[in-house]
């Protein structure tokens, strides 16, 4: 599976939009962008996914590059609970194995 | 909303004695995942079953670790003898078999073991 980079930590203002890019430059055409979320003392959460085209659904958009290096993942109006680690994964078409990064903390400013 | 179930959510335990955790997937989830995560990183995948059968262990410590999921249903990770490097939350996660490319995965609260 291809390897993502994303940023160790970033800030965003209560009731901003929350904007989180990864990197996975060498993605291949059978492969998917999914993102995760884990916030404190709990286990991983799914939040999005998809493949090439921009997905939305109602804890988040995603938006992928048409060249499909990178993504972005908007939290449109970030509240307190959404502070969390988030992880950007790349997963082969019909494979389940998910292989966690370091992800980027997102904290979110009162 | 159905959940995944763990226990116990804390243990404590000395350096070479036996630990074990439990884990009640989603009712009706044919594959469950258990994973290991040391503070400040990424779960890191431990076993994967599909129903009562093992289809990744690769990275499963066999010496010490071992796990099982005899009905297919629950399941058990055990540790034995645990170490000092094995203080970590042990999270345990499920997925619905259905005809998708990829199932969402369903995590528990996890485990949080401290060796002594």
């Known amino acids: 599976d291809a390897k993502t980079t994303q940023p160790t930590s970033m800030d965003c203002a209560e009731g901003r939009a929350a904007n989180l890019p990864c990197n996975h430059s060498?993605?291949?055409?059978?492969?998917?962008v999914y993102w995760y979320r884990q916030i404190h003392s709990q286990g991983p959460q799914y939040i999005i996914h998809g493949l090439k085209n921009n997905e939305t659904n109602e804890m988040a958009s995603l938006i992928i590059t048409e060249d499909r290096k990178s993504s972005t993942l908007i939290l449109p109006h970030a509240t307190l609970r959404d502070t969390a680690v988030y992880y950007c994964i790349v997963i082969t078409y019909g494979r389940d194995k998910i292989i966690f990064g370091k992800g980027t903390r997102l904290h979110i400013l009162p | 909303e159905a959940e995944v179930a763990q226990s116990p959510r804390y243990k404590i335990t000395e350096k070479s004695q036996a630990v074990a955790f439990w884990c009640d997937p989603i009712s009706g989830h044919a594959t469950l995942y258990w994973y290991r995560q040391i503070l400040g990183q990424g779960p890191e995948l431990l076993v994967q079953?599909?129903?009562?059968?093992?289809?990744?262990d690769s990275q499963l410590p066999k010496d010490r670790f071992s796990a099982e999921r005899l009905k297919g249903v629950d399941s058990t990770l055990k540790i034995q003898p645990a170490e000092l490097g094995d203080s970590a939350m042990y999270l345990c996660?499920?997925?619905?078999?259905?005809?998708?490319?990829?199932?969402?995965?369903?995590f528990g609260p996890g485990t949080r073991l401290t060796v002594l």
């Open positions: 060498t993605i291949s055409g059978n492969e998917y």
């Open positions: 996660a499920s997925s619905p078999r259905t005809s998708e490319s990829y199932n969402e995965q369903f």
């Open positions: 079953f599909q129903d009562e059968s093992v289809v990744d």
